[in-house]
């Protein structure tokens, strides 16, 4: 079997960019984990893939495209009603 072509010592997970209603994808490498549309959705999401003890706001494994982890665009009209 062949060796990873990037081969790291610990999960790439990605929250991607905002889709049109503010929720961002989240994947772990190439598995989908889910559709996050809050900070704590995307702390669930790794709980439920036992990635708990990553810290979301904080890690280096983390890659936030689009925005940070604050960075929840159209959802805030929501949240306040």
């Not at 072509?5 to 997970?13: E, K």
């Not at 209603?21 to 995307?42: C, F, I, K, Q, Y």
């Amino acid at each position: 079997m062949a060796p990873p072509a990037h081969p790291t010592q610990h999960p790439h997970i990605v929250v991607h960019a905002p889709a049109l209603d503010g929720s961002r994808r989240v994947t772990w490498d190439d598995e989908n984990l889910g559709v996050a549309s809050h900070l704590d959705d995307v702390v669930e999401l790794l709980r439920l893939a036992d990635l708990d003890e990553v810290e979301v706001e904080e890690s280096d494994i983390i890659e936030w495209q689009g925005g940070g982890p604050d960075d929840w665009p159209g959802l805030s009209e929501h949240h306040e009603q």
